[in-house]
């Protein structure tokens, strides 16, 4: 199956269980969104603008594990016909916090490195690593077993990944710069009509996570040909759903 076939399934998946989607990631993404807009539209002092970014950064880091792994969790509730509510998903999410956490952060200091060295180490190490976080989630291990094993894992599905997560980031980037750009340069900033925008934009990025959910329930088929009940975040699975 080409990248374009899995791309459609999770544009098809992402669309049908958009609302729940929302409600997951939308309450933490207002929060971070309004608290960036107040301190871009607000504050003019570049030292306290610094020192109020990072305290952001910070609360966004706390906050990602929780709706990264809800979002997780409820698209494996879906394949496995048993559905999360978004508040159910939350829930059970918190006790994969600091793994999650400790993945996101191993991560990204890896992807960084990569970057440092030329930009496409930096692309390679983040499309090998790009099941880390389904692994701790699902599989329930550690961070850095973690990224041991979706190393290991996406040796055979690298080609899948790069383009699909290349035409994502890049889908969202054009759509996210525009629109960042109109309104920053508006006469009179006004955060009750941005922040709704931008959150909304914001939460395209789940199509991501979705696609690479996708991608790591192929690999995951493939390698446990005998193990019983649905493992594809197909048409038929979110269909049976509704």
């Given at each position: 199956?080409?990248?374009?076939?899995?791309?459609?399934?999770?544009?098809?998946?992402?669309?049908?269980?958009?609302?729940?989607?929302?409600?997951?990631?939308?309450?933490?993404?207002?929060?971070?969104?309004?608290?960036?807009?107040?301190?871009?539209?607000?504050?003019?002092?570049?030292?306290?603008?610094?020192?109020?970014?990072?305290?952001?950064?910070?609360?966004?880091?706390?906050?990602?594990?929780?709706?990264?792994?809800?979002?997780?969790?409820?698209?494996?509730?879906?394949?496995?016909?048993?559905?999360?509510?978004?508040?159910?998903?939350?829930?059970?999410?918190?006790?994969?916090?600091?793994?999650?956490?400790?993945?996101?952060?191993?991560?990204?200091?890896?992807?960084?490195?990569?970057?440092?060295?030329?930009?496409?180490?930096?692309?390679?190490?983040?499309?090998?690593?790009?099941?880390?976080?389904?692994?701790?989630?699902?599989?329930?291990?550690?961070?850095?077993?973690?990224?041991?094993?979706?190393?290991?894992?996406?040796?055979?599905?690298?080609?899948?990944?790069?383009?699909?997560?290349?035409?994502?980031?890049?889908?969202?980037?054009?759509?996210?710069?525009?629109?960042?750009?109109?309104?920053?340069?508006?006469?009179?900033?006004?955060?009750?009509?941005?922040?709704?925008?931008?959150?909304?934009?914001?939460?395209?990025?789940?199509?991501?996570?979705?696609?690479?959910?996708?991608?790591?329930?192929?690999?995951?088929?493939?390698?446990k040909p005998k193990e019983n009940g649905p493992t594809q975040l197909d048409d038929n699975s979110t269909e049976n759903d509704q």
């Amino acid at each position: 199956m080409s990248t374009f076939e899995y791309l459609r399934q999770s544009f098809f998946f992402f669309k049908q269980n958009f609302a729940v989607i929302a409600k997951i990631q939308l309450p933490f993404l207002i929060i971070l969104n309004g608290l960036a807009l107040w301190l871009d539209i607000n504050v003019t002092d570049t030292n306290e603008f610094r020192e109020k970014t990072a305290y952001i950064s910070i609360l966004s880091l706390s906050f990602l594990p929780i709706y990264w792994g809800a979002t997780i969790l409820l698209m494996q509730s879906k394949l496995e016909n048993t559905p999360l509510s978004a508040s159910q998903a939350i829930i059970a999410s918190l006790s994969f916090w600091r793994s999650l956490l400790f993945t996101f952060i191993l991560t990204s200091f890896a992807v960084f490195g990569g970057l440092l060295l030329f930009i496409l180490p930096g692309v390679y190490i983040g499309v090998r690593l790009a099941f880390a976080d389904y692994i701790c989630v699902l599989e329930k291990k550690s961070a850095l077993d973690s990224l041991k094993q979706s190393w290991k894992d996406t040796s055979d599905y690298f080609w899948v990944l790069l383009p699909g997560l290349a035409i994502l980031f890049t889908g969202i980037q054009l759509i996210e710069m525009p629109i960042a750009h109109t309104l920053r340069n508006m006469e009179e900033r006004n955060i009750l009509v941005e922040l709704p925008i931008v959150a909304v934009v914001d939460l395209l990025g789940a199509l991501i996570t979705v696609f690479g959910f996708r991608i790591y329930c192929v690999m995951r088929e493939e390698n446990k040909p005998k193990e019983n009940g649905p493992t594809q975040l197909d048409d038929n699975s979110t269909e049976n759903d509704q």
